[in-house]
């Protein structure tokens, strides 16, 4: 019964070492605009860096001198809608009105690195459109 106590706090120690990952909802949500200034550095920023902030890039490159190029985009849509009745009546007489909206807007964010040879970033640029 001791060894099998053991055994079970044994297992529990070594799923309980295991690191949680985010999923790649949470990871992609990490692309905005904000974080592109604050998290990447020129001749800082590693490609690790890159990878643990915004996760795998959507495109890699080289360009003709031999740097890898990742590229990054990604894109949001947010939608409302709305709606509102009522009315009054006085004896006989009556009004009632409704009314109902809709709204819809698109965000699209692109993101381009180039590392250097030591997969350091040597350059990047950012850029977000909204309609």
């Known amino acids: 019964m001791f060894r099998l106590l053991r055994l079970f706090f044994a297992s529990f120690l070594i799923t309980a070492c295991v690191p949680a990952t985010d999923p790649v909802t949470t990871r992609n949500s990490q692309l905005t605009q904000g974080n592109v200034q604050i998290n990447v550095n020129v001749g800082k920023t590693t490609k690790a860096d890159i990878l ?57 964010i692109t993101l381009i690195i180039t590392f250097n040879s030591k997969d350091i970033v040597s350059d990047f640029a950012s850029r977000t459109s909204n309609f």
């Open 52 to 108: 643990k902030t915004f996760g795998a890039p959507n495109i890699t490159t080289r360009d003709s001198s031999g740097k890898e190029i990742w590229t990054y985009q990604r894109a949001g849509q947010a939608s409302q809608a709305s709606a509102a009745s009522g009315g009054w009546t006085v004896l006989l007489a009556g009004q009632n009105y409704a009314s109902s909206g809709f709204e819809s807007s698109s965000r699209m």
